[in-house]
């Protein structure tokens, strides 16, 4: 079956799907405010992500800023904005016009979105004809350019989407990390494909973003932040989350406050002149990178 036909047929189908995963919403109680300690959603886009499996870039990004030192955390409206713009790579504000026609209709807008190609450096995966090398450096300057954006902006700007890609980086849905590498740990060996592949480009050693029997959308088991077992299949609050993380997701929430801690270093440091701010923020960047998204040797 066509990918984006599977995707299309099995969102729709509901919620329910990943039932190791998810809790079942009924659609009329989809979009009421959640229980949730912390106020990870706005109304009227939980359609079919009211659940605990849909938190991960928030959780991660609320944790990671609870680890960085006092003196640089950012504030709870800061962090919250960041969570937002995170929230906003997969589910747009401008696509809820769409719910005023149906609920398919916003799915459909939905995977449009993530199939254009040039969405796909911010998830950390490949476009229709890249490889390894040239995404990953792809994903680098568009996380200098973010960044750089960032700062220049930062107290005028509400939504910054500043650390998901960084976190997708660590998903296995959308990379493979060589955990166990002596000489560069937790190095990135592939990057992973989610819209399919041009002609002569879809070569038998490109790996997909999970398969077409564990995926929903744009969303994979294998992109839980969640270790498996029952204890762990509806963590509630701070505490659950955190006994509850994969060991991919405890280096993503490492790697999530080093790289606050750049951008809170370049917000109070960087020149304001745009040429000078520009090399400043792409040295802390590419310090950054080199020790948590650098590449395994011959990856291709």
């Not at 990918?3 to 299309?8: D, E, G, P």
């Not at 990953?136 to 996380?143: C, I, T």
């Not at 029952?230 to 790289?259: I, M």
Request: net charge negative; hydrophobic share 35%; aromatic share 8%.
């Amino acid at each position: 079956m066509n990918r984006t036909l599977h995707r299309v047929l099995t969102t729709f189908a509901g919620s329910c799907l990943l039932a190791t995963q998810l809790t079942c919403t009924p659609l009329l109680d989809a979009c009421t405010e959640t229980d949730s300690t912390l106020a990870f959603f706005s109304q009227g886009d939980c359609i079919f992500t009211n659940a605990t499996y849909f938190r991960g870039h928030e959780w991660l990004t609320f944790l990671a800023n609870e680890d960085v030192p006092r003196d640089d955390r950012f504030s709870s409206g800061d962090i919250d904005a960041i969570i937002e713009g995170n929230r906003r790579v997969d589910f747009p504000k401008e696509l809820l016009v769409h719910l005023n026609s149906s609920i398919p209709d916003y799915l459909n807008a939905l995977i449009d979105h993530h199939d254009r190609k040039d969405n796909q450096a911010i998830h950390f995966l490949l476009d229709e004809r890249n490889r390894t090398p040239e995404a990953a450096e792809n994903a680098y300057q568009l996380l200098i350019d973010l960044t750089d954006r960032a700062v220049t902006d930062f107290n005028t700007r509400p939504l910054r989407s500043l650390t998901h890609m960084v976190q997708d980086s660590f998903s296995h849905a959308h990379s493979s990390r060589e955990s166990d590498n002596a000489d560069a740990p937790w190095c990135v060996r592939k990057v992973k494909a989610y819209i399919e592949r041009a002609p002569g480009f879809d070569t038998p050693d490109i790996e997909f973003h999970g398969t077409d029997d564990d995926s929903v959308g744009h969303v994979s088991t294998e992109d839980s932040i969640y270790r498996t077992g029952r204890d762990c299949a509806d963590p509630q609050g701070k505490s659950q989350v955190k006994n509850c993380l994969s060991e991919e997701a405890k280096r993503a929430q490492e790697a999530t406050t080093a790289y606050l801690v750049a951008v809170r270093t370049s917000v109070r440091q960087a020149p304001r002149e745009p040429i000078a701010r520009r090399a400043f923020v792409e040295k802390e960047v590419r310090a950054f990178i080199a020790s948590h998204l650098h590449l395994c040797e011959g990856a291709n």
